[in-house]
């Protein structure tokens, strides 16, 4: 009998840019947590979703209290409720797929922005029925509210409120060798300091939902009080 041989696969080599999101006074969670590589993808990050880049907005999941990213995309036009295309938001095609790959081609999603420029924002569960991988088009119920270009697409299972951020350095991968998902440390889980707006990915360009992110990481708004504040190069 032929002894048997390991087979070895020869990958692409790869490169990786670190990034640099903090300019000072870093504060990190002591003892981390665990990244979910299942619901973990960087959408903006071509060709490289499955590597995490710094200045991505993360949150919790509430069954388990695994982390993932808190910001599935955003609307790549304006919703308008009463308007002839009201059973239609409109993302990037990237967003869309991760939409089907994250949550499935019918479901449900939070989407949070503004109404007009500059207006109170608000959050609400939508319900999708299709999703064009292609054009970026999801078919929805009827939206109770209209919405900005550019407000946020959210996922439903708790990691949507924003909480701390991956901090600087190379992206985190969270699949293995074969591209099978994997959890991951998350052990810079940052919760603090100076920080470039520019860099965080998904940024928003409205006003309102600026205060928004800012509010809900540093828990101003109420709803996650005793975290070390942020602070933003763009505060005003």
Same mark, same amino acid.
């Given at each position: 009998?032929?002894?048997?041989?390991?087979?070895?696969?020869?990958?692409?080599?790869? =490169?990786?840019?670190? %990034?640099? &999101?903090?300019? /000072? *006074?870093?504060?990190?969670?002591? +003892?981390?947590?665990?990244?979910? @590589?299942?619901?973990?993808?960087?959408?903006?990050?071509?060709?490289?979703?499955?590597?995490?880049?710094?200045?991505?907005?993360?949150?919790?999941?509430?069954?388990?209290?695994?982390?993932?990213?808190?910001?599935?995309?955003?609307?790549?036009?304006?919703?308008?409720?009463?308007?002839?295309?009201?059973?239609?938001?409109?993302?990037?095609?990237?967003?869309? =797929?991760?939409?089907? %790959?994250? &949550?499935?081609? /019918? *479901?449900?999603?939070?989407?949070? +922005?503004?109404?007009?420029?500059? @207006?109170?924002?608000?959050?609400?569960?939508?319900?999708?029925?299709?999703?064009?991988?292609?054009?970026?088009?999801?078919?929805?119920?009827?939206?109770?509210?209209?919405?900005?270009?550019?407000?946020?697409?959210?996922?439903?299972?708790?990691?949507?409120?924003?909480?701390?951020?991956?901090?600087?350095?190379?992206?985190?991968?969270?699949?293995?060798?074969?591209?099978?998902?994997?959890?991951?440390?998350?052990?810079?889980?940052?919760?603090?300091?100076?920080?470039?707006?520019?860099?965080?990915?998904?940024?928003?360009?409205?006003?309102?939902?600026?205060?928004?992110?800012?509010?809900?990481?540093?828990?101003?708004?109420?709803?996650?009080?005793?975290?070390?504040?942020?602070?933003?190069?763009?505060?005003?």
């Amino acid at each position: 009998m032929a002894n048997p041989q390991s087979v070895s696969t020869v990958r692409e080599i790869q =490169t990786a840019t670190p %990034r640099l &999101i903090s300019l /000072s *006074g870093e504060k990190y969670r002591e +003892g981390g947590a665990i990244i979910d @590589g299942d619901e973990s993808r960087d959408p903006l990050n071509t060709s490289y979703l499955d590597y995490l880049r710094a200045g991505l907005v993360m949150g919790q999941i509430t069954t388990g209290g695994k982390f993932a990213p808190s910001i599935i995309g955003a609307l790549s036009g304006a919703y308008d409720k009463d308007g002839s295309n009201q059973t239609t938001m409109n993302v990037t095609a990237a967003t869309a =797929t991760e939409i089907v %790959r994250r &949550i499935g081609s /019918s *479901g449900t999603f939070k989407i949070t +922005g503004p109404p007009s420029a500059a @207006g109170t924002v608000v959050t609400e569960t939508v319900t999708f029925s299709a999703v064009n991988v292609t054009t970026g088009a999801i078919t929805v119920t009827i939206a109770a509210a209209d919405y900005v270009s550019g407000s946020y697409v959210q996922p439903t299972d708790g990691s949507e409120t924003p909480l701390c951020l991956i901090a600087s350095g190379y992206p985190l991968k969270v699949t293995d060798d074969n591209d099978a998902d994997i959890d991951i440390d998350f052990a810079k889980m940052l919760i603090g300091g100076r920080i470039d707006a520019s860099q965080v990915l998904n940024y928003p360009s409205d006003a309102s939902l600026k205060v928004w992110v800012k509010g809900k990481l540093n828990g101003t708004d109420g709803t996650s009080s005793g975290r070390a504040p942020f602070s933003f190069d763009d505060d005003v």
